[in-house]
């Protein structure tokens, strides 16, 4: 049954645009959205009608960028993704994790794209602005389709997720690695159980991720850990950090980057409420930190450290991480080192 919002936007017989649904929550609010399904997680889906499905990136490592949702059961209380939720007057806290919206079509308009004579076969990034294989991939297996897509049409990708589920689709990534090429980064910041549980609540274990990375790299595709974001006086530990890195070594898969977290605006307000809440010992710490969207350089700089220094112990067992040349400080960082490990 169509909503009653809907007889106010009668050209709406197929699911709403993006352009739409901005419409609609500024008009009713969430409840204005035609059709959204509450699922048995509490969180409801809206389809959408997807116009394009490449966006061309701008100062990013990849000319290309691919996102088959929006919005992010895994509810990662630092994710940089939720100042998206403005573009569709929507807000950055929980309306970031319990509406999501599902590009239906976003597989065909993909193909399209990629049949079109100027299409250069460029690097398309897959999961920039939110979770390929959040729970809900299960269902629509848009971005499954999405990758056949990209292999069907020789152009090489790089997915970024948390989610375990990827496994599923080992079939298309070894495709994809004997043809154009594709790597798989799975996020993985620390393996704290309560760092864990408090920052990415929606999330599977980081052992977890460890595992399904290691199947698809004896599987013959390219992984990587991004162990990131670190985050202030939660993860940034000697301890932390060290207990992290002998974790991934003991997977054998490669750390492919660290680096602490950033807190844009917006983000940045709702992260501080987070920490006022969750670790109100740290709060001062967090304003002193972040005066805008980054964390002090000379704090980025002792993490940065910590991390060289951890990789230098692990290195005999990490692959691609080669010890460097010169001692670092094994001291916690200033400020925000918790009084106990984190």
Not at 25 to 51: C, H, K, N, S, T
Not at 281 to 290: D, I, K, M, S, V
Request: hydrophobic share 40%; with cysteine; net charge positive.
């Amino acid at each position: 049954m169509k909503s009653s919002q809907l007889q106010l936007f009668p050209e709406l017989e197929s699911p709403p645009t993006l352009r739409d649904v901005a419409d609609l929550v500024r008009l009713a609010g969430i409840e204005g959205l035609p059709e959204a399904i509450r699922r048995a997680d509490d969180a409801r889906y809206q389809e959408v009608f997807a116009r394009s499905a490449l966006t061309k990136t701008s100062g990013m490592p990849f000319p290309w960028a691919l996102n088959p949702y929006r919005g992010c059961t895994h509810a990662c209380e630092y994710c940089y993704a939720r100042k998206y939720q403005r573009h569709l007057e929507l807000g950055v806290g929980g309306e970031f994790s319990s509406l999501i919206l599902v590009k239906t079509n976003l597989p065909d308009v993909l193909t399209r794209e990629l049949r079109k004579p100027r299409w250069a076969r460029e690097q398309v990034a897959v999961g920039t602005a939110t979770d390929p294989y959040q729970p809900i991939e299960g269902h629509y297996q848009i971005t499954r389709r999405c990758l056949e897509a990209l292999v069907a049409h020789e152009t090489p990708f790089s997915i970024v997720t948390k989610g375990p589920m990827i496994v599923r689709d080992r079939d298309v990534l070894v495709e994809a690695s004997r043809r154009a090429g594709c790597e798989v980064l799975m996020s993985v910041a620390s393996v704290d159980d309560e760092a864990w549980s408090r920052l990415e609540p929606g999330t599977a274990h980081p052992r977890q991720r460890l595992k399904a990375l290691r199947t698809l790299a004896d599987a013959g595709v390219t992984t990587g850990v991004l162990m990131m974001p670190l985050m202030p006086g939660i993860t940034t530990s000697q301890a932390s950090i060290e207990a992290t890195l002998k974790t991934i070594a003991s997977y054998g898969i490669r750390v492919a980057g660290a680096a602490v977290g950033r807190l844009d605006p917006g983000v940045r307000e709702y992260f501080f409420s987070f920490i006022a809440r969750a670790y109100p010992e740290l709060a001062a710490g967090y304003r002193r930190l972040y005066a805008g969207t980054h964390a002090r350089g000379d704090y980025v700089r002792e993490v940065k450290a910590a991390v060289t220094a951890a990789r230098r112990a692990c290195a005999p067992a990490v692959p691609g991480c080669e010890p460097p040349s010169a001692d670092a400080s094994r001291r916690d960082p200033p400020d925000l080192a918790p009084k106990k490990a984190s």
